[in-house]
């Protein structure tokens, strides 16, 4: 057996994580306790060693999550015009681009989310009309590996308003681009492989949404 990958490494630290984390809702003996406590922290040591995340910053992650340990929700809108797919650049990934997204938040539907998130970084307002795809982000091949196990939605939405900003909080920009003319993407958030699937539910609306 070869010497395990970093995605190796974070798929454990997930699993240990998770055990930690569900463990700690529903042990009632306080050294049970602390055993479920100290899986954590060995969980967040495997992520500090193989990623670009400290030790204290996984701390401070998994203190917020409480509970049965489940996947996170990223919801992304895919908003076409003209034949062209809208993408907003991403402050925190070095000016590189995605379809505009994020996580869905407490008391959210995931249509309200993804609506909220396209208005935040493109400036537009849209109107869900078709979930395309429901992805499992490790197995999309995202890069690099995240320490959460992630779910990724893909709405198709339509324009009903709205005007593409130049600068948000989170974005530096809005712009609709053709299919044979993509930018650099963010492949922490989006594969052009993705891009291509959503250009080809455009064009065959009877397509099934995709899933895994």
Not at 22 to 43: P, Q, S, V
Not at 123 to 137: Q, Y
């Amino acid at each position: 057996m070869g010497e395990a990958t970093d995605a190796q490494w974070l798929a454990w630290a997930r699993e240990i994580q998770a055990m930690s984390q569900t463990g700690l809702a529903y042990a009632k003996d306080r050294y049970d306790n602390g055993r479920y406590g100290r899986l954590g922290e060995i969980a967040a040591e495997m992520v500090a060693a193989r990623s670009n995340l400290s030790r204290g910053d996984m701390l401070r992650l998994n203190a917020i999550d409480f509970g049965y340990a489940t996947p996170k929700m990223d919801v992304r809108g895919v908003v076409f015009e003209e034949e062209k797919v809208l993408l907003v650049r991403e402050l925190a990934d070095g000016g590189r681009w995605t379809l505009p997204g994020g996580w869905a938040e407490v008391n959210d539907t995931p249509s309200d989310a993804v609506v909220r998130e396209i208005q935040e970084e493109s400036g537009l307002l849209t109107r869900p009309v078709k979930v395309l795809a429901v992805f499992d982000r490790e197995v999309q091949g995202h890069a690099p590996p995240f320490p959460y196990h992630v779910y990724k939605l893909f709405f198709q939405c339509q324009r009903t308003g709205g005007e593409l900003l130049k600068t948000g909080p989170e974005t530096s920009g809005a712009e609709f681009f053709p299919e044979d003319r993509l930018p650099e993407l963010s492949l922490s958030r989006v594969t052009p492989a993705q891009i291509h699937r959503c250009f080809e539910h455009l064009r065959q609306p009877s397509l099934r949404t995709d899933f895994d």
